[in-house]
């Protein structure tokens, strides 16, 4: 499975950005993870079969949708802050349970990262 992220870019602190993320193949579950400067990566948003998951910091900011025509996941971030500022990285999986669907290594496949830089 192949993963084309894009959509990051620079914002000014309480505006708006949309990734997406599209697919070469339609897969279970697909999420965003996010990786800032000496951090570990870290879960964003992402659905498993027909339920979505939102990490605490992107709940109520960020809506994450499916288009299963083309393989594509999106994520609307609103109300952004300093703190979002980060690469973005797409990832997949045909295998991830619900327990470890926020763990990294729960995702075998992983798109290029697209980073979001938000200014204060």
């Known amino acids: 499975v192949q993963l084309q992220a894009s959509g990051g870019g620079l914002v000014q602190a309480g505006g708006s950005l949309r990734l997406s993320c599209a697919a070469s193949e339609r897969t279970n579950a697909m999420a965003w993870f996010r990786q800032a400067p000496g951090k570990e990566r870290e879960y964003v948003a992402g659905f498993k079969g027909g339920s979505t998951y939102y990490a605490d910091s992107m709940k109520g900011r960020g809506t994450i949708s499916r288009d299963n025509a083309k393989n594509t996941v999106n994520l609307q971030m609103n109300n952004l802050k300093p703190e979002d500022t980060a690469v973005y990285f797409c990832?997949?999986?045909?295998?991830?349970?619900?327990?470890?669907?926020?763990?990294?290594?729960?995702?075998?496949?992983w798109g290029q990262g697209t980073l979001v830089t938000v200014s204060s």
């Open positions: 990832a997949a999986s045909n295998s991830v349970i619900t327990s470890a669907i926020r763990l990294a290594r729960s995702y075998g496949y």
